[in-house]
């Protein structure tokens, strides 16, 4: 079966910097896109980044200079990484993976991973 994992979560001070893993199991990797999305208690969940084709990358406006997403083919496993952390950064972060070559939109992802805590102190 299919399983999306994440690691790295955490608790960090504002201006801190975490990175977070994903592996990922039973699924043909480079065939997929891959995303990390977040959501706050309260909220919906928001996309975050992507990863698709060519190693094209696109961020929400929110952490645009400040994330970067990147994968590892080999390994199969994607990472995000974070830095100049905010209060506002703080959610359950989840690692997804969509059967496209293409920029995938929200109902394209096909799997999802456990979700994973990041916390940003003040």
């Known amino acids: 079966q299919v399983q999306l994992v994440e690691s790295g979560g955490g608790l960090v001070q504002a201006g801190g910097s975490l990175r977070l893993s994903c592996a990922a199991s039973?699924?043909?990797?480079?065939?997929?896109?891959m995303g990390w999305f977040r959501q706050a208690p309260g909220k919906e969940r928001d996309f975050v980044a992507t990863?698709?084709?060519?190693?094209?990358?696109y961020y929400t406006d929110a952490v645009k200079g400040r994330f970067t997403i990147s994968r590892d083919n080999a390994k199969n496993m994607v990472y995000l990484q974070m830095n100049n952390l905010k209060p506002e950064d703080t959610a359950i972060y989840y690692c997804?993976?969509?059967?496209?070559?293409?920029?995938?939109?929200?109902?394209?992802?096909?799997?999802w991973g456990q979700g994973i805590q990041v916390t940003v102190s003040s």
């Open positions: 997804a993976a969509a059967r496209t070559s293409f920029r995938p939109g929200y109902y394209d992802y096909d799997y």
């Open positions: 039973g699924l043909s990797f480079r065939n997929y896109a």
């Open positions: 990863i698709y084709g060519s190693s094209t990358t």
